[in-house]
């Protein structure tokens, strides 16, 4: 076999690899996932194409390049690779049209016109040497190479003006799936396309060099294999080093049978031929998953204990760290043992734990929130399965190579998402890493089901000693309420007395005592209301109207003021609560909004009253200052009190009320400037 021979099989062998390689991939994803965009139905065809047109070329380089006169298996293989090609083209075109987003699907005309001109072109090869009018069969097929290249070179200028529009700067990098187009993919195609142009010029001048024929298979093998194999790069060395070893291992073997075959009986050698061949068969068989493991660890630096490493580190993670921790410690376990770039757990509540090199800025802003997590894919692993994810945030992987997204989740919750990053070696996860990922994250889940049963009975525990703690203070203030309300009382009649004597002295001192003596009586006042317990008499009632009536009662208060009072309720939300009950919660809560607006030139109070999945929602909002964050988490603290004068216990009584009614309150800064409350009780 000579030098150019040996250089063009390689030339076709391993982009055929290639291709074999990204098909079987694509086939396996689109038979689990069943993807619905028509872009992953036709890749594995394309491929399945290119691939079988690669492999006729490598027959033709098996066989001398230019052999005369062509035998009938000769022209066979010729009329299979044009057909091939032709496939490939046509399909190839067609995809195209599903890469832009969103997609632009093709008319039934445009898919009757590329499959039919590449129909025309295919039937032309079969019939070309009775249809083309020609004195001779040479110059008859030169006719029809000229017009197949021709084709070739059409099809791929349409191509390529569609993919520029589409393509982005940059070099190849994982994230994103793998029809993130770049700009180094359009040059190689232009490569490609300068190619044909070239065989189009070496057909017309009746070239037949081998050396030209393989600098053009040479590009163009090269130019449409080096996506494909960036995108698919871990899988294909992984694939080439298999066949590499067990290409050594077959010639070792040959080689062995030779040399045996000089000391055996001329009957036996084909059976010794036939024997170790046998005996190859079956050793590389029983040795491809330690071969596998070699080439991870050579290639990949992965061990192939990676799956015990990271059950026996989770087993020993304590759920007492807390949620957080747990997090922070699998996510820089995993990217040490997986050798990962990065590693990020974003947990439900939007909280990140990052590991390695992962930039989670973008992906933040676009990741879904709340139920809306649920609608991801169940599992995206390797870059190829991203397209299941939405747009905004397939993008964002694009850009932070992210490659894989598992969600965290047990029988019982879903505590968030596992998001790994990779380099291009790494963007595709074979099945044993898959699976080594799935029963990482599901052991974690089980952990952070612990960690959470465990931190909601700490808080548990805290809320009863706070709860008995509360009570102990509650009964200890009733009682020095009692104790300080008769002295309170006489020395308030006594002051008042002396203020009501005419020409008393010290007049303005009485009214500062006087005064002073009032906040005190509202005080003991508060303190025996909030340490009452509360004795709810329920009974059907409009939470609207009520709303209304009590902004009724601060009407004659407002007028002529500089504050609106407004009341906004779709129709009526009747709820089963206490009515003096309610009432006292929305007077407190209307009554520190018109406080936090005191000295403003103008202001807005508003009471919106809505039902809502089965409870009643009561907001009160204001256009006030607000309140520092720091101070929210205070507000219902019994004697927190931000102003001056206060005592602390108004909103400490209204969170009382309401969970007497089994709902809660909440105080957030309202949009734009202000404090907006929200109370939400059941319907019944």
């Known amino acids: 076999m000579t030098t150019i021979q040996i250089v063009g099989i390689s030339l076709r062998l391993l982009p055929a690899l290639v291709w074999a390689v990204a098909g079987t991939q694509a086939l396996r994803f689109l038979l689990v996932h069943r993807p619905p965009s028509m872009l992953y139905r036709l890749f594995p065809l394309m491929a399945a194409s290119v691939t079988a047109g690669f492999l006729i070329g490598v027959v033709y380089w098996l066989g001398g390049f230019g052999a005369e006169p062509p035998g009938r298996v000769t022209k066979l293989l010729y009329l299979g690779n044009d057909l091939f090609i032709l496939t490939a083209l046509a399909v190839f075109r067609h995809m195209v049209r599903y890469l832009p987003v969103p997609e632009e699907p093709p008319s039934r005309a445009w898919l009757a016109g590329n499959y039919g001109s590449a129909a025309a072109v295919g039937l032309l090869a079969i019939t070309f040497p009775v249809v083309i009018p020609a004195p001779t069969f040479e110059q008859r097929l030169l006719v029809y190479r000229a017009i197949y290249v021709s084709y ?156 015990q490493v990271l059950q026996s580190f989770v087993h020993e993670l304590s759920p007492e760290l807390g949620t957080v921790e747990c997090c922070r410690r699998a996510v820089a376990e995993a990217v040490r043992v997986e050798q990962l770039r990065g590693a990020a757990v ?99 889940a089980l952990v952070l089901d612990a960690s959470e049963l465990l931190e909601r009975a700490v808080a548990v525990e805290r809320s009863l000693a706070h709860a008995e703690k509360l009570a102990l203070i509650g009964e200890l203030a009733a009682r020095i309420a009692h104790e300080i309300r008769n002295p309170v009382t006489a020395a308030k009649s006594l002051a008042q007395q002396l203020a009501r004597e005419p020409d008393a002295p010290f007049a303005e001192e009485h009214e500062l005592i006087l005064g002073e003596l009032g906040r005190v009586e509202r005080l003991v006042a508060d303190l025996l209301r909030f340490s009452r317990r509360e004795q709810l008499r329920r009974e059907p009632t409009d939470v609207a109207a009520l709303a209304r009536e009590t902004a009724d009662a601060f009407r004659t208060r407002l007028d002529g003021s500089h ?109 734009g400037s202000g404090l907006a409350f929200c109370i939400e009780v059941p319907l019944a």
């Open 152 to 307: 070739e070179l059409a099809i791929l200028v349409l191509c390529m003006r569609a993919l520029a529009r589409i393509a982005r700067r940059g070099g190849w990098r994982p994230g994103g799936g793998v029809i993130a187009l770049r700009y180094v993919d359009v040059a190689l195609l232009a490569a490609a396309g300068l190619a044909i142009a070239g065989a189009l010029v070496l057909i017309g001048r009746q070239a037949s060099a081998p050396h030209l024929w393989l600098m053009v298979d040479g590009v163009i093998g090269i130019a449409v294999t080096l996506p494909i194999a960036a995108r698919f790069l871990g899988e294909t060395v992984r694939v080439t080093a298999f066949l590499v070893l067990a290409a050594a291992a077959t010639a070792a073997a040959f080689l062995a049978a030779g040399a045996l075959a000089g000391v055996v009986a001329p009957g036996d050698r084909q059976l010794l031929q036939l024997g170790s061949s046998t005996l190859l068969l079956f050793v590389v068989m029983l040795l491809q998953p330690r071969i596998n493991e070699t080439v991870d660890a050579l290639f990949l630096r992965t061990s192939r204990r990676r799956r």
């Open 346 to 444: 974003i947990l439900r509540g939007g909280e990140a734990v990052t590991a390695g090199e992962i930039d989670l800025g973008r992906v933040l802003d676009v990741w879904p929130t709340g139920e809306a997590q649920d609608e991801l894919p169940p599992q995206v692993l390797g870059d190829y399965g991203l397209h299941g994810l939405p747009l905004a945030l397939r993008e964002a992987f694009s850009e932070t190579s992210i490659v894989a997204t598992m969600p965290i989740a047990s029988p019982r919750a879903r505590h968030g998402h596992l998001l790994l990053s990779t380099g291009l070696l790494r963007a595709y996860f074979p099945r044993d890493d898959a699976d080594t990922l799935v029963a990482f994250t599901d052991q974690l």
């Open 563 to 671: 504050v609106t009072l407004d009341v906004r309720a779709d129709g009526a939300a009747v709820a089963e609560v206490d009515r003096d009950k309610m009432r006292q919660v929305l007077l407190n809560l209307v009554e520190n909004a018109l406080d936090a607006l005191a000295g403003r030139e103008r202001g807005t109070v508003t009471i919106a009253v809505a039902r809502d999945d089965g409870r009643v929602t009561i907001g009160v909002r204001d256009d006030g200052p607000g309140v520092d964050v720091d101070a929210l988490p205070h507000l219902f603290e019994p004697f927190f009190s931000l102003k001056p004068h206060g005592t602390g216990l108004g909103l400490a009584i209204v969170k009382r009320i309401v969970e007497a009614h089994g709902g809660r309150v909440t105080a957030t800064p309202a949009l």
